[in-house]
């Protein structure tokens, strides 16, 4: 089979530009063009000119990669859809940079051959073209541009014939599903999102009345907020995080008094919630919002967002100074919400890894896995009832240690996370360990693979579903602690690593890899999905088909995979108008 590679070039300024309106919304925009297409196939084959110049037909039956296909793979399906350029059926359109993801190497082209290659790729052709047309470009800049497009292609196939065979399918599969996923697009408000959008914007004009020196300093500048404070004879807290429990404590204490120092700590909060509507706003195409999502985004190969001031991995839950965003996600009329997610999944993967069967019966006769642990811990007779409903403040506390004390946290860590002495707290770290002994075995094992990992400068930890976690570079980071690398947001930075951090990192990873196999057994079942956040997925079906689309997807999402046929899933949705969780 042939491959070919391919790369878009495209005109972009200010404001016609992908960063500000999102994939379909640059696309659409008055002043976007498609001027150039590189191909470069694996049969020696080269082409650079206008798409519409190319025979597409080339690409059927064929391999086609690109770097960033959430880009160009969007692209030619648009393409295709406005009649600007013929359709074509490649066998296979993977994407390099996903592919690059996968194996823990940095997305960017230019970072992802230097990691592979050793090549020292530069973009300032491509920095250059900013604001320019084919048409307006100097002769000299248009062969500039041509090499720099065919480079571009040479490499993204480059990339493919090192790394593409040792991809998995199943990977493959996930990788194509995100890019169709975000084409599908989320049913948006648009009359409430624009009201919200007036709302928040009222609410950032009277911050800004109730600040002493707005418009003469700037208006979240502690050194101002200090002065205005000693005007008073009150001194200001060290932190204005919306977090600090002193910073808490000293409102209460003289918010009423100083009511610009509310003003101050949620002016940025308002305005960062106005730009993530604004954002979604101008990306609006016929009601919907093309949003972006990086398949392996992160260390654990968990998705990230990728949209700007919108990150639809960490939308604001509730409502926040009278505006709910998830809200604006709604269904059109004949259409609802499936929303379903998997139940504890990491507290369940932790247990699975830890090889302790005991503990995963009894949470598979449970219906609640925190009343699981109160039973296995001898803090909950079943005779009681249900422990959700009869004493929550247990409850409460066994979630927090089965988020916590799992992953190695001391008496000290749970007892500011539960609010609760530091005695009651060592009392139930104790009773973990001591019921949960694989747990801890895993933990020693754990700290003995650091300490190898150190000697042999390389540590990979192997996941039952052929996947691994890998780290590079590890050594000592002085005494017992470890260092190593991992590439996150797209770079590789140093981290510090204890046998918590990769209790954390391998249960993420393995509850990912769960995820992901069984979305793809709900889209095979027929459900599209138009979003997914951690381990839950958001499918858009017509409301015919709603209840039967909830039964399925629970079961489809409550059924172990193959290749682990022995961990306790569980799984719990709901129908919605509004998105709202």
Known sequence: MITY??????????????????????????????????????????????????????????TICAHNAAFDESLRLFGVEQGWWNDCSPAESVCTADLCAYFGIPRALKNATNWLFGTEMSKTVRDNMKG?????????????????????????????????PKWPEREKRVSAHTREMMRRGLPIDEEELDKAIITLKQKVFDAEA?????????????????EECRKFGIEPPASMAIDNEECDEWMEKFGEKLPFAAAVRNYRRINALLKKLQAMQRALIDGKYYGGLLYAGAHTRRFSGSGGNLNLQNLPRGEMFGV??????????????????????????????????????????????????????????????????????????????????????????????????VSEAANMVRIVKRTLRPVVRLWKSLDTMLV????????????????????RDVKSGGGKATVATIVKNG???PVRLWFGSLVENIS????????????????????????????????????????????????????PPNWIPDIALDAEGQIMNQYDK
Not at 143 to 155: G, L, Q, R, W
Not at 356 to 377: L, Q, S
């Open 491 to 493: 770079r590789p930075i």
């Open 210 to 226: 109730l600040i002493p020196w707005a418009g003469e300093k700037k208006l979240l500048s502690p050194k101002a907020f200090a």
């Open 452 to 471: 190898a990992g150190r000697k042999d400068g390389y540590l990979q930890l192997d996941l039952p579903s052929g996947n691994s976690m890998v780290y």
């Open 132 to 164: 320019q047309r084919w048409e307006t470009m100097t002769e000299e800049f248009r062969k500039e541009v041509i090499e720099y497009a065919i480079k571009d292609s040479e490499y993204c196939l480059k990339i493919w014939q090192e790394l593409g």
């Open 508 to 559: 993420q990873a393995l509850a990912r890899d769960i995820f992901v196999d069984r979305l793809l057994e709900v889209e095979a079942a027929g459900y599209p999905a138009i979003l997914h956040v951690h381990d839950e997925v958001v499918l858009y079906v017509p409301e015919e088909q709603a209840e039967q689309c909830l039964k399925d997807t629970v079961r489809i999402m409550s059924t």
């Open 324 to 421: 709910h965003l998830r809200n604006l996600i709604k269904a059109e009329n004949g259409m609802k919400l499936v929303v379903v997610d998997l139940s504890q999944i990491e507290v369940r993967t932790v247990i699975w890894l830890s090889g302790d069967k005991k503990m995963m019966e009894v949470i598979r006769n449970t219906d609640d896995i925190y009343e699981a642990f109160g039973i296995a811990f001898g803090l909950w007779d079943k005779t009681k009832g249900s422990l959700r409903r009869e004493n929550p403040k247990l409850r409460q506390m066994l979630k927090i240690i089965g988020l916590g004390v799992l992953y190695g946290a001391t008496a000290n860590k749970v007892s500011t996370i539960a609010k609760c002495a």
């Open 5 to 62: 590679a391919y790369d878009f070039e495209t005109f972009y300024d200010d404001e016609c530009s992908v960063k500000v309106l999102g994939n379909r919304g640059y696309y659409s925009h008055p002043d976007f063009e498609a001027y150039m297409l590189s191909v470069v196939g694996d049969d020696g084959y080269t082409f650079c000119g206008s798409p519409r110049d190319f025979d597409w037909s080339l690409f059927n039956g064929a």
